[in-house]
């Protein structure tokens, strides 16, 4: 199926950017999230910073969830240059860039706004040691953005492990997402998002976990009736560019591209703060008999307890996603990676 996918939509693709003709240049931008989405409003910020900054002799088009396949595939299309940015969770890179699944890891950033912004925008961790392995897979990570803490939605109330039992809940497509709710007790299904809302009314799945404002876009309040804060982790989404595309840009591009993305982070950790406390209200004033339970301090520290034995997984996931002769750097590196980026969150506290 991928390999029929890359035959029919490569060339398609390609077809698109020769139609545009010979007047702006024109650069492919491929979200995994719809219009509306905190996703969809960097990529318009980004398009319109481009556009400005070039005097309209560069244009940005961007495509949406579906126009060019699943996650998986628009991240694939852009490490073979096809597309030239991409923004994708970190829950589905981790088939590309292994250790970027520590960031998957729960309680790892918390739900601070402040120190998440801060640690995602500003880590030497993630900066340096991570985006080193983006490289390998030719692609350039240029920046992450927070879209919100994420909800656990069920149609019961869920405040401990014992209460995931029998529980069935949507995940994202890579082992650290799928391994956190095996370990708090559940049955994880991962799930492309187009295909959560059938699941959740036919009840082949019982819940989900995903930001407040991408829940109600989605329509997801519609098939549950709980919606529980566990401050686990938010959403972190990615933009990476085409590693060896952007490397051959003039530095007048190039520094283009990084202005471009500074705004584009600024206008959407402005939008997510704002949508996600609209979407909430919207919720509540359409779902008045929806449950919103925030778990207690007490409560969490169960669930985080837990999340420290998913380290180990965390580095048995890159041990393994290498050769024999690398495996052993692998580990280290992986161990080096998620023991920084805690140490930076507490230091940014």
Same mark, same amino acid.
């Given at each position: 199926?991928?390999?029929?996918?890359?035959?029919?939509?490569?060339?398609?693709?390609?077809?698109?950017?020769?139609?545009?003709?010979?007047?702006?240049?024109?650069?492919?931008?491929?979200?995994?999230?719809?219009?509306?989405?905190?996703?969809?409003?960097?990529?318009?910020?980004?398009?319109?910073?481009?556009?400005?900054?070039?005097?309209?002799?560069?244009?940005?088009?961007?495509?949406?969830?579906?126009?060019?396949?699943?996650?998986?595939?628009?991240?694939? @299309?852009?490490? #073979?240059? %096809?597309?030239?940015? =991409?923004?994708?969770?970190?829950?589905?890179?981790?088939?590309?860039?292994? &250790? /970027?699944?520590?960031?998957?890891?729960?309680?790892?950033?918390?739900?601070?706004?402040?120190?998440?912004?801060?640690?995602?925008?500003?880590?030497?961790?993630?900066?340096?040691?991570?985006?080193?392995?983006?490289?390998?897979?030719?692609?350039?990570?240029?920046?992450?953005?927070?879209?919100?803490?994420?909800?656990?939605?069920?149609?019961?109330?869920?405040?401990?492990?014992?209460?995931?039992?029998?529980?069935?809940?949507?995940?994202?497509?890579?082992?650290?997402?799928?391994?956190?709710?095996?370990?708090?007790?559940?049955?994880?299904?991962?799930?492309?998002?187009?295909?959560?809302?059938?699941? @959740?009314?036919? #009840?082949? %799945?019982?819940?989900? =976990?995903?930001?407040?404002?991408?829940?109600?876009?989605?329509?997801?309040? &519609? /098939?549950?009736?709980?919606?529980?804060?566990?401050?686990?982790?938010?959403?972190?989404?990615?933009?990476?560019?085409?590693?060896?595309?952007?490397?051959?840009?003039?530095?007048?591009?190039?520094?283009?591209?990084?202005?471009?993305?500074?705004?584009?982070?600024?206008?959407?950790?402005?939008?997510?703060?704002?949508?996600?406390?609209?979407?909430?209200?919207?919720?509540?004033?359409?779902?008045?008999?929806?449950?919103?339970?925030?778990?207690?301090?007490?409560?969490?520290?169960?669930?985080?307890?837990?999340?420290?034995?998913?380290?180990?997984?965390?580095?048995?996931?890159?041990?393994?996603?290498?050769?024999?002769?690398?495996?052993?750097?692998?580990?280290?590196?992986?161990?080096?990676?998620?023991?920084?980026?805690?140490?930076?969150?507490?230091?940014?506290?």
């Amino acid at each position: 199926m991928q390999k029929l996918f890359t035959k029919l939509v490569i060339p398609a693709v390609l077809a698109v950017g020769l139609a545009t003709g010979a007047g702006a240049e024109t650069w492919k931008f491929a979200s995994e999230e719809d219009k509306n989405d905190v996703q969809d409003i960097f990529a318009k910020k980004f398009a319109e910073t481009i556009k400005e900054e070039s005097g309209g002799d560069i244009k940005v088009r961007i495509f949406y969830y579906g126009q060019l396949g699943t996650e998986n595939d628009i991240v694939e @299309l852009t490490a #073979k240059g %096809v597309v030239q940015f =991409v923004s994708v969770g970190t829950g589905h890179l981790g088939s590309y860039v292994p &250790e /970027v699944q520590a960031l998957s890891v729960p309680y790892v950033l918390g739900s601070d706004v402040d120190v998440i912004r801060k640690v995602l925008t500003g880590s030497e961790t993630i900066y340096n040691d991570l985006s080193d392995r983006f490289e390998k897979v030719n692609l350039k990570l240029l920046t992450m953005i927070s879209e919100g803490e994420m909800a656990w939605g069920a149609n019961k109330e869920i405040r401990s492990p014992a209460d995931f039992d029998g529980q069935k809940i949507r995940t994202f497509t890579s082992t650290i997402p799928v391994e956190t709710y095996k370990a708090f007790g559940a049955t994880p299904t991962p799930l492309s998002w187009g295909e959560v809302y059938g699941a @959740l009314q036919l #009840k082949t %799945v019982d819940g989900m =976990v995903n930001p407040i404002y991408f829940i109600y876009n989605a329509k997801w309040h &519609e /098939v549950q009736d709980y919606l529980m804060f566990p401050g686990q982790q938010p959403y972190v989404g990615t933009v990476s560019t085409n590693s060896e595309w952007f490397n051959g840009l003039s530095a007048e591009k190039q520094a283009m591209v990084h202005k471009a993305i500074d705004a584009a982070e600024q206008a959407a950790h402005d939008y997510q703060l704002q949508i996600n406390k609209e979407n909430m209200d919207k919720i509540l004033a359409e779902r008045p008999d929806l449950k919103v339970v925030v778990l207690s301090e007490e409560e969490r520290a169960v669930f985080k307890d837990l999340s420290t034995g998913l380290h180990e997984t965390y580095y048995a996931v890159v041990e393994n996603a290498y050769g024999e002769e690398e495996k052993s750097e692998a580990r280290d590196r992986a161990q080096r990676i998620l023991e920084n980026l805690i140490q930076e969150v507490k230091d940014a506290s």
